[in-house]
DNA sequence: AATGAATGAGCCTTCATTCAT
DNA sequence: GATGAATGAAGGCTCATTCAT
């Protein structure tokens, strides 16, 4: 009964269910806190299944880190059309909300990468290689469009993770965010306002540094910011002359 | 009164490596990563001592997290002077900054704090309730006073999120910053440049998200912006709905 | 087939070392004295095996004592032909002498009953229900029997425990035995004259029971001892009710 | 303020609250499974007291056991007056049960008294000597009495321990008659009933025994015992008439 | 005389991993 | 190729005991 052809098949098929029930046993517990049997119960394979398809519980999670962050990748890529910078960060942004955020990803990448950054495994090296640099670097160029030829590098960095940063928040924080602010639930609705949110404040933020760090006269770095401010702010940021 | 005195003495003495040694340990590989002989090792204290002090391991821990959390408030708090709202928000971004950030807090405070955002322990609901909820609320009360009066209580979270969310990103995520730009120290310059950033990026955000969001004095309203990032926002999202 | 035959084998003679040897274990020193380091070394077996055969020590015990009991029962059974009381309640006492006194069930199964009784564990319900029980049923009607049809519940229940009281007695003072009277061994000979004792101890004491407790056929009653046995009694109570 | 006078009342206080709350905690849970930082709990003592007033657990649980034996006889002692044995069998039938059973007593002393018998410590070698052999030795000599003057020795110890055997049956095997039994609770009347009861039974069970031997014809030993109870039961009956 | 903090051995259990089948 | 029984190293925790005060 048992061909080539099915042992090949079944061969596969454990594979898969040991990818899929560990990218749940990791999202929930961590790494550290996974356990290979529960994994294997899970996923209806034997206690030994791991050692064989991945030789240990760490090369399980370095496939499972490589597999979700193909799966997000390829779920909601960054939009690459040539549009004006402002839109490029609007669909950079809704489609890294997507994938850390959207209900069927978070569960398992969003957490995963959350864990993954907090307390980084010998994994995260290919990670940031393969996942998050090209994504950085996108970043950097539409943020370096939006900011203008000649920003400069350490400023485009800060205005990227600050960007980033705001994303995030939302992946890292939630059972904070969650006890804080018990009724915001993040589905499809929520997501759009995020983004919409996100959005609107990185680009006011990004042209806000951008004309402060226009003339480039560092004397004048903190007052600056308040001319450009002053056509939508009022007065009183006069007095943030200094922090 | 002697005998008390130097009883309590030592009583305290352990008592305090215990906290100490655990703060580090735990910093460094979790909750969940640490031994307790491991923290009594380094404590230069028995294997029972953290049963005799604290109960248990997560007696320890939550000792352990409030601990730092009144040590970090106590060392940076959040300046209280009556300056107007953008000074404000400068001061919060610092004091949180150098508190999650600063190299003789972010080795034990920051790193702890990431950890229980993404890790959740039972000791999160005291930690939210006693330390983050009050610095919930007074970045709330700036942003607000930012905004304006009358400004949509979700607008006003919106905003507070994207101010910590830029602040956290460094100390959640930064394995990965340090991978992607190997250069960049976190040092007292380093925050301070940090510290000028955030708080210019977040006026900036804030303003701008203030004047697309309060049609009702047109005359000071940014227009182009507001446009813009509508736009923007929509394109992208009708482009990644589906790849 | 062979495979898991011999998997089955092996899985078997481990799981039956344990067994054999934590019945040793727990009749020398109890659950609570027992050490599963111990019962796994004497079985050859590793320190996980309790755990992975049983789950636990208190599944390992359970799993003794059912074992136990079915041996008991099966190597010495009560004896069911047709005999007249007199013989059925000789076939009661010295299947029951074996089973808890025979030396080769003593050391196991004798002083783990007898210390399940005395300090009883979780797993004293199902022992009732499953084995003590029954044999209480059996006595319940052998002494009826010999008492008489009419005989009142309380005094059948009364009956049988004194039956039983002598017999249990050899096997949880044992200690005290030895010490008060060291030469006394209870070997097969040995048993069999406590098998006569206690018979005819008991025949007699349940006719004197019968015969003073039934006033309804008064030729047969054994008037005077009745009376004898009151006053002595209630002399004794009397004599003592302080001191 | 602290006298001597009130040092050593605390000393004699603080020893005695420790013998008191032992008893109850070896009562409950045994030597093994009681900790001498309950014990001192109980006790309002300090965690060093056991040792410094008992050396150790076991020196405690040793002195335990003497006080509770003491305590025991002294409260419900063996009446001496010159009856006849049956009479004097019922009193020592009667002092025995209450010893061990009346709810004052049996919650410590009886249950203590159970644990030693079937798990003995080096303590019981004391306990024989100073308070088992006296009573085994009143015991002899009442059931020689009544088996009549040529009894074979091993005859009277064998009824002897049929005596006991019925009388500890409810101390040792309480758990299991609860189960069996529900209803049955033992209480004074309850104790008044089983008193009766077995001394009943015993006569009964000692006179067959003797009538048995004595005319060593088997053939009649099933009707023999209950004349021969008859005649020296009258005898006995009439000579405790007296009172 | 009495305290209570500290000790270190040891227990039960869990876990990732291996190896004979 | 796949199994699952067995392994042995820790881990958290408890306990009786000691010692400086």
Do not use: W
Not at 131 to 145: C, K, T
Not at 179 to 205: K, N, Q, V, W, Y
Not at 221 to 237: C, G, L, Q
Request: hydrophobic residues 45%; positive net charge; aromatic residues 4%.
């Amino acid at each position: 009964m048992r061909t080539a052809a099915s042992k090949n098949a079944s061969h596969a098929a454990t594979r898969g269910a040991l990818l899929h029930a560990a990218a749940d046993v990791f999202a929930e517990v961590g790494f550290r806190g996974a356990t290979v049997r529960d994994i294997c119960r899970r996923a209806g394979a034997n206690v030994a299944a791991v050692s064989y398809h991945f030789g240990d519980k760490a090369g399980l999670y370095s496939e499972v880190l490589a597999e979700q962050s193909r799966l997000a990748q390829s779920r909601y890529p960054v939009p690459t059309g040539d549009d004006d910078p402002a839109a490029q960060l609007g669909g950079f942004i809704r489609s890294f909300l997507q994938r850390v955020l959207s209900p069927e990803l978070h569960a398992r990448h969003g957490r995963i990468m959350a864990r993954e950054m907090v307390e980084p495994t010998a994994a995260l090296d290919r990670l940031v290689a393969e996942a998050i640099r090209p994504q950085s670097e996108m970043l950097r160029e539409i943020v370096s469009a939006l900011l203008g030829g000649a920003a400069d590098p350490a400023t485009v960095r800060l205005c990227g993770m600050s960007v980033v940063g705001q994303i995030l928040f939302y992946c890292h924080c939630r059972p904070v965010i969650d006890r804080l602010f018990p009724g915001a639930e993040l589905d499809a609705t929520g997501l759009d306002r995020l983004t919409t949110h996100i959005t609107a404040f990185s680009l006011a933020g990004i042209r806000g540094i951008a004309a402060a760090g226009a003339p480039s006269r560092p004397g004048q770095r903190a007052r600056t910011p308040h001319r450009a401010e002053r056509s939508s702010a009022s007065v009183a940021a006069k007095r943030t002359v200094r922090t």
